[in-house]
């Protein structure tokens, strides 16, 4: 049976596609089932308040960071959003003189505005919130030297090349957008040999760091997290790490706070990869044949998928 179209933008492909009973199953998750959901390469985690939250957030960075040497260097992949945890990581690194000069950075990805990267000093720089949230206040003598912050641009032959440069991806880290991406990894639109179908996730999974058309909602998403609703100031492309680069990641770890994705959003690709569904029409549910993935969720950031009228 021919899939449905989106309700969101009919010539993408994402979640609004999907199988209602399936969608009905996600929206009827409580917080205790969710609780529940963890098996054999997947582990639900779920925190009692912002501080634990941010703070285990954090850890994730140091415990990573402090496995590299030089012989050895291992690294991590990090998000723009969540970023509350950014600051914690140059706090601790400083206060416990945590040497990371040996340790590796990837940024997930970076705005494109006419078939180039933005430079960091455009406002919504991904680089430039990692470099002052982060790198910038990490005392000198400890800090990570720019030749290992590798930062992706348009021309992706560098970034691609950088991980496969003998740097273990201890962790990739992110958040989830509305249109259940990690990183910018997004539905495709409904046009070619995918006009009716949306590519297999065997499909999918080929595709690696490249210069992405954004799906609509995730314009509109980073209007209201970012940009105060103004939407006509986002870009609509972006240079994105790819499944390819994420395969590479020892552990993908994705955090909940309830401030990017909305209730329904946080059970529906938990739900999916619990239950071994990958459908890329949902990014985020392509982890599902990921061998290390776990699932943080602030416990009052779940919300309800009750309806309420406002």
């Not at 010539?11 to 199988?19: N, Q």
């Not at 940024?107 to 494109?112: L, N, R, T």
């Not at 609703?229 to 955090?255: D, H, M, Q, R």
């Not at 209730?263 to 061998?291: E, N, Y």
């Amino acid at each position: 049976m021919a899939r449905r179209l989106s309700a969101i933008a009919p010539d993408w492909w994402d979640y609004t596609t999907l199988d209602l009973e399936l969608i009905e199953d996600a929206a009827a998750l409580t917080p205790q089932k969710i609780a529940k959901l963890s098996r054999p390469g997947f582990k639900v985690v779920l925190y009692d308040t912002r501080e634990d939250l941010y703070l285990a957030e954090a850890l994730e960075y140091i415990e990573a960071w402090q496995q590299s040497t030089d012989d050895n260097p291992v690294g991590v992949c990090g998000p723009i959003g969540p970023t509350e945890q950014l600051p914690l990581v140059a706090r601790i690194v400083n206060t416990l003189k945590i040497d990371v000069r040996s340790a590796h950075f990837w940024g997930m990805d970076e705005w494109v505005i006419d078939g180039k990267e933005v430079s960091p000093t455009h406002p919504l720089s991904f680089e430039r919130c990692d470099r002052e949230m982060l790198f910038d206040r990490i005392d000198r003598g400890l800090r990570i030297p720019d030749a290992h912050l590798h930062f992706p641009k348009a021309d992706t032959k560098e970034f691609r090349e950088s991980w496969d440069a003998g740097v273990r991806c201890a962790l990739m880290q992110g958040g989830q957008g509305d249109v259940k991406h990690w990183a910018f990894n997004d539905p495709l639109r409904r046009k070619g040999k995918w006009k009716d179908t949306p590519p297999p996730a065997d499909e999918y999974r080929k595709l690696a760091t490249r210069v992405v058309e954004l799906h609509p909602l995730t314009v509109a998403q980073n209007a209201r997290t970012s940009g105060g609703g103004n939407i006509s100031l986002v870009p609509t492309s972006a240079v994105t790490v790819g499944p390819v680069e994420t395969w590479k990641a020892e552990k993908v770890s994705i955090w909940h706070a309830g401030t990017h994705d909305n209730p329904f959003g946080q059970r529906l690709t938990c739900l999916m990869i619990a239950k071994g569904i990958a459908d890329s029409s949902v990014p985020m549910s392509l982890l599902a044949d990921h061998p290390n993935v776990q699932f943080n969720y602030l416990r009052s950031g779940l919300g309800t998928c009750s309806i309420e009228m406002h």
